[in-house]
């Protein structure tokens, strides 16, 4: 059996997470930059039904069958096998390799189990459609979310910018002229998780009020996606702005983020803001493309630990 390789990119939420869990529409872009890659070979040695996994990125060398049952790369595993219905497969290894910094808001999570995902499927003969990966990645991210919103299995799998609303079937869009986005990354590991439950307490508690930013949130996407269509820098960079407000006063920034976002803004970017679940994690700030560079170097003067450029641009 040929072995099987796939890949999938790292992701930047431009506008509406948390807003996007309550059913608000939000938009996302892959980030090439950063991938995830797995590639899936025969194991002459191995024995029967055993696959070997190697992900040296975090230290992990085990048979599979040895992960515990709620593993996310178990989960994975199982999930193909289960969708090929299949009860052992021939002997063979996976091997785990990503560019996507971990904990920090880029779909490292997703984007594993949807090179995963693909590469074994395609290795046992069975590619699937981005539509059962997704839903497969979706289940997976389970693990780490618990009520993930489905934004981040989607545009990783699909590997296009989505206009995404939680339940309804994938919408992409056109991008009138190149964005270019500095990410900078507080270094702090950003527990998804932990920030979607405090916005779900702070819900529990005044509904109206959260209902209220969630609504406007998800009017900032939809002026976002006119934005990003029209090609018009200023009008996105205001929204972003404005988006990073509203999550500020949903509670899911942080000292360090607001920093980078601050600093980002008085260096001439468009506007600026924190992107995934915050506490911690990335902050995108929106850049004329020639000054990239120099914002990237303003971000780390001023505390950032990483920093990544990309760009989005007309398909
Ligand atoms: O995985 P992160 O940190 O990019 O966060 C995902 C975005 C949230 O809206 C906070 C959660 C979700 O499931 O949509």
Redesign the pocket.
């Known amino acids: 059996m040929p072995a099987y390789t796939a890949t999938a990119p790292g992701k930047i ?1 431009l506008v509406g ?2 807003a ?2 309550y059913g608000q529409p ?1 938009l996302a872009v892959p980030v090439r930059d950063v991938r995830a890659r797995a590639v899936v070979r025969a194991d002459i040695k191995g024995e029967e039904g055993a696959i070997r996994i190697f992900a040296p990125g975090i230290g992990l060398q085990s048979r599979y069958k040895d992960l515990p049952v709620n593993h996310p790369l178990r989960v994975a595993v199982d999930g193909v096998l289960h969708e090929l219905e299949l009860l052992r497969t021939p002997a063979c290894s996976l091997h785990i390799h990503s560019t996507i910094p971990i904990a920090s ?3 490292s999570s997703a984007a594993v189990s949807a090179a995963v995902i693909q590469a074994l499927a395609g290795f046992l003969g069975h590619p699937l459609s981005k539509e059962r990966v997704s839903s497969l990645v979706f289940e997976v991210e389970k693990i780490h ?1 618990g ?6 299995n989607t545009v990783v799998t699909y590997d296009k910018p989505v206009f995404f609303t939680k339940g309804l079937p994938i919408q992409t869009f056109s991008i009138g002229k190149p964005f270019t986005f500095v990410i900078g990354d507080t270094g702090i590991p ?1 527990a ?1 998780a932990e ?2 439950g405090l916005v779900r307490n702070a819900y529990q508690e005044d509904k109206q009020r959260f209902e209220d930013l969630f609504s406007a949130i998800g009017s900032l996407a939809i002026k976002a996606r006119t934005a990003i269509i029209a090609g018009r820098k200023a009008d996105l960079g205001a929204v972003m702005d404005e988006n990073h407000t509203l999550l500020k006063e949903m509670g899911v920034s942080s000292p360090e983020l607001d920093r980078l976002v601050e600093g980002a803004r008085k260096n001439a970017a468009w506007g600026a803001k924190l ?3 915050g506490g911690g ?1 990335n902050m995108i700030a929106l850049v004329e493309s020639e000054q990239a560079e120099q914002m990237a170097q303003t971000l780390k003067d001023i505390g950032a630990a990483n920093t990544i450029i990309t760009r989005i641009e007309p398909t």
């Open positions: 939420i997470e948390h996007v869990v939000a808001g880029l779909g979310h009520t993930p919103s489905g934004i981040d950003s998804t920030t979607v992107s995934g679940g994690g």
